[in-house]
């Protein structure tokens, strides 16, 4: 294990976050999946931009102004080079469910009809649905749920069954599943629901701190990401959209910046990315999610996807040790996620006893309750990676399970 502790360790002094020790006990932060922590990268570039370059964007004249929508404009395109799409198919949001939202709103209102369908997958993440569920009530659409597998893996038949009605209009689809770790194959999906006549709406949030995206490649409609979720800010997020998409959508919210003119008698809308960037935007959060993208991207993909791998078999063979512990998602394409529960052990009580250890892990429904209900449990226990886990921490994260063990025997 020394190639996964030896690119955690050289990682680490980047992440002010992990240097907290408490009883003695060093942090080891299991959470990643739901929120990453920060590198100095990050934090010392926003922290510049706000002590010494902050003003408005896309309003003033003066030199400062001018400056700011330079850097916010710079962000964009950098997250466009990112994820190789053009940089007017980027609208900065407030994060993947805002996104989501922008697109059940403003796509979903002009294309959903009395009789149409969604199709999602049965291992959503909730803001995938409750837009959904919400916008399809409102135009006489129906919303549909794709099974899953017992080890947490997409029913493909069925996936093929759904689409093959000619009802689906969108088709919307998690990249690696928050509660599962399941990795969906999006490409083929996304082929496979464009042969059907339908979008597709891929939510990135989990797979974008794990492994390159290359929206041209997978050819998707549209795709959603958060940038607290790879180690950038909280309240910034990315909606992804194809030009000839997002030109024909409407906008969703009102206000300055996203208008050409305005009068009593009416306004006319600027075109995308604008058109759906109502309000002041978020200045510093796009700026600290592009020197996240710039920072991931000088760690370099293959150094992070080898070690992950290597450290997620390392933690699975380490878990697979503990006797009647129970994983969820064991797909042949998995990463990244470790849920689990143990007898007589409520998922909340795990969490509690090893946050006395200093280990932090995530214990509910993970904004899942769908897939809870699919496998027939209340709540899950998980423990998530990211490019600062060490094997130790994982150690330390076994033989905190073995003491709840202990003591619910």
Not at 341 to 352: E, G, K, Q, R, V
Request: aromatic fraction near 8%.
């Amino acid at each position: 294990m020394t190639t996964v502790t030896g690119f955690a360790e050289r990682l680490r002094p980047q992440f002010p976050g992990l240097a907290e020790i408490r009883g003695g006990k060093p942090l080891a932060y299991l959470d990643s999946a739901a929120t990453a922590q920060k590198p100095l990268a990050v934090i010392e570039r926003m922290e510049r931009f706000l002590r010494e370059e902050y003003g408005t964007v896309h309003r003033g004249l003066y030199h400062r102004s001018v400056g700011s929508t330079k850097a916010y404009e710079d962000a964009r395109t950098t997250v466009a080079r990112f994820i190789n799409a053009p940089r007017d198919s980027i609208v900065f949001t407030s994060g993947t469910t805002d996104a989501v939202n922008l697109v059940a709103w403003s796509w979903g209102r002009s294309h959903l009809k009395p009789g149409d369908q969604v199709l999602i997958t049965g291992m959503e993440h909730h803001a995938m649905i409750v837009p959904w569920q919400i916008t399809a009530a409102i135009h006489g659409a129906e919303l549909i749920a794709c099974p899953i597998h017992d080890d947490g893996s997409l029913d493909r038949e069925a996936f093929r069954r759904l689409l093959a009605t000619g009802r689906v209009k969108l088709v919307g689809l998690t990249w690696v599943a928050n509660s599962l770790g399941t990795i969906n194959p999006v490409r083929e999906l996304t082929a496979e629901a464009h042969a059907a006549g339908a979008r597709v709406l891929i939510d990135a949030a989990q797979a974008v701190p794990h492994r390159p995206i290359d929206v041209v490649a997978i050819d998707c409609d549209f795709l959603v990401f958060s940038g607290h979720k790879m180690y950038g800010p909280t309240g910034i997020g990315v909606l992804y959209g194809k030009a000839e998409v997002l030109t024909a959508m409407p906008p969703w919210r009102g206000g300055g910046e996203m208008i050409e003119k305005v009068s009593f008698a009416g306004t006319t809308f600027a075109k995308p990315p604008a058109r759906f960037e109502a309000g002041t935007p978020p200045i510093t959060e796009a700026i600290g999610l592009a020197a996240a993208c710039d920072w991931l991207a000088s760690v370099g993909w293959s150094a992070i996807e080898a070690a992950e791998r290597e450290l997620f078999s390392y933690a699975e063979s380490r878990l697979a040790e503990i006797p009647g512990l129970r994983r969820f998602g064991t797909a042949a394409e998995r990463c990244t996620v470790l849920a689990f529960t143990l007898p007589n052990c409520h998922a909340a009580d795990i969490a509690a006893i090893l946050d006395q250890e200093h280990i932090a892990i995530r214990a509910g429904h993970h904004c899942a309750q769908p897939v809870m209900e699919r496998f027939a449990v209340p709540a899950t226990a998980r423990a998530s990676l990211g490019v600062y886990t060490t094997t130790s921490e994982i150690d330390r994260l076994v033989d905190g399970l073995h003491l709840c063990r202990k003591l619910f025997g």
